[in-house]
T-cell receptor
């Protein structure tokens, strides 16, 4: 069964520093992959998605992710963290043969001033 | 404004008392889904619907029921709630029959005592 693993339940960076949130998927077939963000006391919002087009995907708020088949990874990056980026981030994959999303356990990003 | 609405936002109930959480979207989306969010587990899918009268189980359907009689509404029913169903619930919708770009509701925090 397809799944995603997010390394690090908590990540802390300084304002202006690089943000790197890790996501690895388990699948022999390239899946559809997503990153969602959840701000405090809100629902989830789609940041970006990979659907087998370009391997480098640009999303909202300056985030991007690169699909690397050889590493089965889809890490999320942002060159310079802003205080407003503090939130929980979820990687997700569509299950092969099913119209259902599987989410990772989430990474809480803290941005220090 | 395009949105997914859920009611109620907060609910405290007792074991065994039937309850319904409503979900409505105004975007004419075909796909709708329910998730529960628990600390350290990310979001897990309960049920989803690809269109009116078409529903299927997600990863954790036990103890829940759904119906899709109208395109805009997708209520979640707990016939006999138990304390292990205490959680944060999200409804989501997306265009087409696949969850490629889901719009999430604000969440319903349910406590079962």
């Amino acid at each position: 069964a397809q799944s995603v693993t997010q390394l690090g339940s908590h990540v802390s960076v300084s304002e202006g520093a690089l943000v790197l949130l890790r996501c690895n998927y388990s699948s022999s077939v390239p899946p559809y992959l997503f990153w969602y963000v959840q701000y405090p006391n809100q629902g989830l919002q789609l940041l970006l998605k990979y659907t087998s087009a370009a391997t480098l995907v640009k999303g909202i708020n300056g985030f991007e992710a690169e699909f690397k088949k050889s590493e089965t990874s889809f890490h999320l990056t942002k060159p310079s963290a802003h205080m407003s980026d503090a939130a929980e981030y979820f990687c997700a994959v569509i299950k092969a043969g099913r119209r259902a999303l599987t989410f990772g356990s989430g990474t809480r990003l803290q941005v220090q001033p | 404004e395009a949105q997914v609405t859920q009611n109620p936002r907060y609910l405290i109930t007792v074991t065994g008392k039937k309850l319904t959480v409503t979900c409505s979207q105004n975007m004419n989306h075909e796909y709708m889904s329910w998730y529960r969010q628990d600390p350290g587990l990310g979001l897990r899918q309960i049920y989803y619907s690809m269109n009116v009268e078409v529903t299927d189980k997600g990863d954790v359907p036990e103890g829940y029921k759904v119906s899709r009689k109208e395109k805009r509404n997708f209520p979640l029913i707990l016939e006999s709630p138990s304390p292990n169903q205490t959680s944060l619930y999200f409804c989501a919708s997306s265009r087409g029959a696949d969850p490629y770009e889901q719009y999430f509701g604000p969440g319903t925090r349910l406590t079962v005592t």
